[in-house]
């Protein structure tokens, strides 16, 4: 069954994006080139950078789509999205992070477009629309290192119910963000994204004084990757393992959170598995995700 490039739902066989994906991501209905391997992305994003980013193992270069010419084009500045392609230490990392992204949107978590996409030499890329851009203007972020005054080398050391309890503090709509928190980092559990630090969460300020939690964003499944991975970056009832069921009814008691959200997530299940299934990770992959999933499922059964 073929599943789109961008959102992961089911699509005709001869097609990989839906139309309403590409206007969603690249505002027109072709798919634009990229005349670029990945040898040359990859010496072109440390020429840009100096340096490789994505803790040192990912190359990622700054892109915008030219639409004269309908190509990706490689900018210093003014750059439309941010363009992930494949490394040499983890193997399908595009595919890893498109399918974590594509489930994270079919189940209602709030994310930024993005797609999976084939470089020149036909290597996967990863490729999502710039959610601190705006009409051409820059939207303030701030990561929760930032907020909660943390420096990077912190970025481990924080729990969950610090972010809850900062967004309580200063979010327009704290509750519903605090909710959103909860949500993602029990989807991050059950598809095994132990590598969701303080970095990886986020405010937007819309204007000087309005405060939103940013779309989620980085989700991969470190645990598909890395033996021994942690259950959480972060710690979560006082825990980074050995985390179960009452460990999120606990956060979610606190912060009011019904328990009709944990439940509808749960439900998600099968819906999981069928991505998962369908996905472009190789065979090896996806029964290894598979079976992330459903023991992270079996910890949430009571």
């Known amino acids: 069954m073929n599943r789109c490039f961008s ?86 990392l595009p595919e890893n992070e498109n399918l974590c992204m594509a489930i994270a949107g079919q189940i209602g978590l709030d994310i930024p477009p993005h797609a999976l996409i084939k470089l020149k030499d036909g290597s996967s890329a990863f490729i999502i629309k710039r959610f601190d851009r705006k009409n051409g203007g820059k939207i303030n972020q701030e990561d929760f290192c930032q907020v909660l005054g943390k420096s990077k080398r912190d970025k481990y050391t924080g729990s969950l119910e610090q972010i809850a309890n900062k967004l309580n503090e200063i979010s327009e709509i704290p509750g519903l963000d605090i909710q959103r928190v909860y949500e993602r980092a029990l989807f991050f559990f059950i598809i095994g994204n132990g590598d969701a630090h303080l970095k990886n969460y986020s405010i937007n300020y819309t204007d000087m004084r309005t405060v939103r939690l940013s ?88």
């Open 215 to 302: 779309p989620a964003y980085d989700i991969v499944s470190s645990k598909l990757l890395i033996q021994g991975e942690e259950d959480c970056a972060i710690t979560i009832n006082g825990k980074k393992n050995n985390l179960g069921l009452r460990d999120f009814f606990n956060f979610s008691e606190k912060y009011n959170i019904p328990q009709k959200i944990t439940r509808n997530l749960l439900d998600k299940k099968q819906l999981i598995l069928d991505s998962i299934k369908d996905s472009q990770l190789n065979s090896g992959f996806r029964k290894k995700l598979t079976a992330i999933v459903l023991e992270r499922f079996s910890r949430l059964t009571e």
């Open 7 to 92: 959102c992961g739902n089911i699509i005709s066989e001869n097609l990989i994006f839906h139309q309403k994906c590409l206007k969603g991501l690249f505002g027109v209905s072709y798919i634009p080139r990229i005349d670029l391997s990945l040898n040359e992305l990859t010496i072109k994003a440390q020429e840009m950078a100096g340096k490789l980013s994505i803790s040192g193992v990912q190359a990622k270069l700054s892109i915008k789509l030219d639409k004269k010419s309908k190509k990706l084009i490689s900018v210093g500045a003014g750059g439309e999205y941010i363009l992930k392609p494949q490394t040499g230490i983890y193997e399908q």
